[in-house]
């Protein structure tokens, strides 16, 4: 991770020349990996293109065989930037292979002419078929060492291993490492392959599958990988997954140059800040913050190759291979019977190990023992829960896997139980966050869905039920209690608490007071139809009791009194009383009528016309009362400003005018 033209582990690996800083932005970028049987010819034909040699164990010189993924740089003649992905053939290594093949643009599926197609050839032409992998060149190597009748018949050979797949057309270019015959067909080929690649995802956020970690002199960890989708910037902070753990980028280099930023579809090192190497391993991925979450379960659609001697059972051990990690799991069929060969079927994987995958991704499944691959297929959903079949419930599944965004934005909302935002919503489904913003507001507006004032969204149906329930429940307050003008707020959200979301509940709320369903006033919320006017019977006992209450002075009976008298109206009559401004609750045990407070105010006014100070006994002596009245009524006066506490003695407050 330097410039200094001194060879690091990470130069030797990748391919790189001569350091140096440079801006990818505007290259063409594409990933090319390599397929096929063991020795023939795959890290020949990448060094006669390339120069370099991908073979860097040392085993792998001694026995000269691939064992691991190598890697190097290709900037063919249309002026495309290729990463090439070397990967082993030996059966033994196909999980390495596995690791490499994943996010390539274009496979080169080599044929050693001598040979013919082998069996290692089958299984990686299935892998790449499982992955979904469209473009493609076969590559017929070694053809210096065979007379054409025979070149002829492996041609035929291989046209017919592709029949039937997206590589059914792909050009075969005949090709000799040793004489270079073939080299300008092949990257002629490689150039028309890639300009028909689908492009990258580059404005979608990044992610990363780990494929290599070590440690570099002065940088610390690093690791390697292709990068799926996105941009990675220096700086840039990302989520390590499975582990959950949050990592900064200290420096970006491709092929050893070190850049500022790389994009999707490059080859990418990264020098990592703030953790230790024995904390990655392959397999792990890198992704921008809180754009995927790790699962144990996926929700998916699995494919049995055709090829498979028998049936699949319901409920097997399996290795998953996604990116560059290997997680042993049960592959569990959710339709109730075993799949057949060459048939496809939704099933679940529950995995022993967190996997890090998104809606769409293409998998690869291998038998536990012996190993070797059975199928794979697409993850439909990345963080599932546990699903059998007898439960039934596919169609949802169903509609997630192959319904329209607006479809599954519906479907989503079903289970949500308050108002989510576009962002999370984008998140849960994997989907592209403008599109899905666009999509949820065009939903709103044609009343397929609802959404709230703060662009927060929920289900049709669970909107109208809480609306419903609200209006509801105020209505019946006012028919049961016609002497209040209304239910206090918080005691009608504390009733709905087991029922509606709080955020759901305050945005439906507000919705039904714009729409004149219902009004409020202070606290209090009642029908916005109805007119509230006090009963006459309830209104003749509140003028009793306020003459009551008047006649006593301020040594007022207590609340417990008059309430004894009054019986089952008490309540009533009081919350009319508070409702209507002509009772006040100066304390927990007495209440006086706004007439008497309003004097007491005049009396408080001329006293501190004259008087600087007021002590508790001045305030015996204004208003006749005891200390047990005198006291609650000198707290009041301080609650609402009249009076001022200083000591043991009051002053004048703000509140009260001259």
């Given at each position: 991770?330097?410039?200094?033209?001194r060879?690091t582990p990470?130069?030797?690996?990748?391919?790189?020349?001569a350091?140096g800083?440079?801006s990818?932005?505007q290259e063409r970028?594409?990933?090319?990996?390599?397929?096929g049987?063991i020795d023939?010819g795959k890290?020949a034909?990448v060094r006669?293109l390339?120069?370099?040699d991908?073979d860097?164990l040392?085993?792998?010189?001694?026995?000269g065989?691939?064992i691991?993924?190598g890697f190097?740089?290709?900037?063919?003649?249309?002026g495309v930037?290729?990463?090439?992905?070397?990967?082993?053939?030996?059966?033994r290594f196909?999980k390495n292979?596995?690791a490499?093949?994943?996010?390539?643009?274009?496979?080169?599926?080599v044929?050693a002419?001598d040979?013919?197609?082998m069996?290692?050839?089958r299984e990686?032409f299935?892998i790449v078929?499982?992955?979904g992998?469209?473009r493609?060149?076969?590559?017929?190597?070694?053809?210096?060492?065979?007379?054409r009748?025979?070149?002829?018949?492996?041609a035929?050979?291989?046209?017919?291993?592709v029949?039937g797949?997206?590589l059914a057309?792909a050009?075969i270019v005949e090709?000799?490492a040793?004489?270079?015959?073939?080299?300008?067909?092949l990257?002629?080929?490689?150039?028309?392959?890639l300009?028909?690649?689908?492009?990258?995802?580059?404005a979608?956020p990044?992610?990363?599958?780990?494929d290599r970690v070590?440690t570099?002199?002065g940088?610390?960890?690093?690791v390697?990988?292709t990068?799926w989708?996105?941009?990675?910037?220096n700086?840039?902070?990302l989520?390590l997954?499975p582990q959950r753990?949050s990592?900064?980028?200290?420096?970006?280099?491709i092929?050893?140059h070190?850049?500022?930023?790389?994009?999707a579809?490059q080859?990418?090192?990264?020098?990592?800040h703030?953790?230790?190497r024995?904390r990655?391993?392959r397999?792990?991925?890198l992704v921008a913050?809180?754009?995927?979450t790790?699962?144990?379960i996926?929700?998916?659609r699995f494919?049995?190759?055709?090829?498979?001697?028998?049936e699949?059972?319901?409920?097997?051990r399996?290795?998953?291979?996604?990116?560059?990690?290997?997680i042993?799991?049960r592959?569990?069929?959710?339709?109730g019977r075993?799949?057949?060969p060459?048939?496809s079927?939704l099933?679940?994987?529950?995995l022993e190990?967190?996997?890090v995958?998104a809606?769409?991704?293409?998998?690869?499944?291998r038998?536990y023992?012996?190993?070797?691959?059975?199928?794979?297929?697409?993850?439909?959903?990345?963080?599932?829960?546990?699903?059998?079949?007898?439960e039934?419930g596919?169609g949802t599944?169903?509609?997630?896997?192959s319904g329209?965004?607006a479809?599954?934005?519906?479907?989503?909302?079903?289970?949500?139980?308050?108002?989510?935002?576009?962002?999370?919503i984008?998140h849960?489904?994997?989907?592209?966050?403008?599109?899905?913003?666009d999509t949820?507001?065009?939903?709103?507006a044609a009343?397929?869905?609802?959404?709230t004032r703060?662009?927060?969204y929920?289900s049709?149906?669970?909107?109208e039920?809480a609306?419903?329930a609200?209006?509801s429940?105020?209505?019946?307050f006012?028919?049961?209690?016609?002497?209040?003008y209304?239910?206090?707020?918080g005691d009608?959200k504390?009733g709905?608490k087991s029922?509606?979301?709080?955020a759901?509940f305050?945005?439906a709320f507000t919705?039904l007071?714009a729409?004149?369903?219902?009004?409020?006033?202070g606290?209090?919320v009642?029908?916005?139809?109805?007119?509230?006017s006090?009963p006459a019977?309830l209104?003749?006992?509140?003028?009793?009791?306020?003459?009551?209450?008047e006649?006593?002075?301020y040594?007022?009976p207590?609340?417990?009194?008059?309430?004894a008298?009054?019986?089952a109206r008490?309540?009533?009559?009081?919350?009319m009383?508070?409702?209507?401004?002509?009772?006040?609750?100066?304390?927990?045990?007495l209440?006086?009528?706004?007439?008497?407070l309003?004097?007491?105010?005049?009396?408080?006014a001329?006293?501190?016309?004259?008087?600087r100070?007021?002590?508790?006994?001045?305030?015996?002596d204004?208003?006749?009362?005891?200390r047990k009245f005198?006291?609650?009524?000198?707290?009041h006066?301080?609650?609402v400003?009249?009076?001022?506490?200083?000591?043991?003695?009051r002053?004048?407050?703000g509140?009260?005018s001259a």
């Open positions: 991770m330097t410039a200094d033209p060879p990470e130069r030797r690996a990748e391919g790189a020349g350091g800083s440079r990818p932005s970028r594409a990933i090319v990996g390599t397929a049987h023939h890290t034909l006669r390339t120069g370099v991908t860097r040392p085993e792998e010189k001694k026995r065989i691939s691991d993924l190097a740089p290709l900037v063919t003649p249309a930037h290729a990463g090439i992905v070397d990967v082993p053939g030996h059966e196909v292979m596995l490499g093949v994943g996010g390539i643009d274009l496979v080169l599926l044929i002419a040979e013919g197609v069996p290692q050839t990686h299935a078929k499982l992955l992998i469209e493609g060149v076969i590559v017929l190597t070694k053809s210096d060492l065979v007379e009748a025979w070149l002829d018949e492996v035929r050979d291989a046209r017919a291993l029949a797949s997206p057309q050009p090709f000799s040793v004489t270079g015959a073939g080299q300008g067909e990257l002629a080929a490689i150039d028309r392959e300009a028909l690649a689908r492009a990258r995802a580059e979608e990044a992610r990363l599958p780990v070590f570099v002199e940088f610390g960890t690093v390697t990988g990068l989708r996105g941009a990675i910037r700086g840039d902070t989520d997954l753990a990592v900064r980028v200290r420096r970006v280099q092929h050893g070190t850049v500022e930023a790389a994009t579809g080859r990418t090192a990264l020098a990592l703030g953790i230790e024995d990655l391993a397999g792990d991925w913050p809180n754009s995927l790790a699962s144990r996926l929700d998916v494919e049995l190759l055709p090829d498979m001697p028998r699949w059972p319901a409920y097997t399996v290795r998953f291979h996604l990116g560059a990690s290997e042993i799991g592959l569990v069929l959710l339709e075993p799949v057949l060459g048939d079927m099933a679940q994987l529950r190990y967190a996997a995958a809606r769409g991704d293409r998998f690869v499944i038998q023992s012996p190993s070797r691959t059975i199928g794979g297929g697409t993850v439909i959903d990345p963080v599932a829960s546990k699903r059998r079949w007898r039934g596919l599944l169903e509609l997630h896997e329209s965004l479809a599954r934005l519906v479907q989503h909302l079903e289970g949500e139980t308050k108002p989510v935002s576009a962002e999370l984008a849960a489904l994997d989907a592209p966050s403008s599109e899905t913003t949820l507001a065009r939903l709103a009343n397929e869905i609802a959404g703060e662009n927060r929920v049709r149906r669970r909107w039920e609306c419903a609200i209006e429940e105020v209505r019946a006012a028919s049961q209690h016609p002497a209040r209304g239910v206090p707020k009608l504390s709905f029922r509606i979301d709080g759901l305050d945005a919705q007071i729409d004149e369903a219902i009004a409020q006033r606290e209090l009642r029908p916005a139809d109805s007119p509230w006090p019977e209104k003749a006992a509140l003028e009793d009791l306020e003459r009551q209450l006649a006593a002075g040594a007022v207590e609340n417990a009194e008059w309430n008298r009054l019986g008490a309540a009533d009559v009081a919350a009383g508070f409702f209507m401004g002509r009772l006040v609750r100066v304390s927990q045990d209440t006086y009528t706004m007439k008497q309003e004097q007491l105010r005049a009396r408080l001329d006293w501190f016309q004259k008087n100070a007021l002590s508790v006994a001045n305030f015996r204004l208003t006749g009362a005891s005198a006291v609650p009524l000198l707290e006066c301080d609650r400003g009249w009076t001022t506490r200083a000591g043991d003695e002053r004048r407050g509140a009260l």
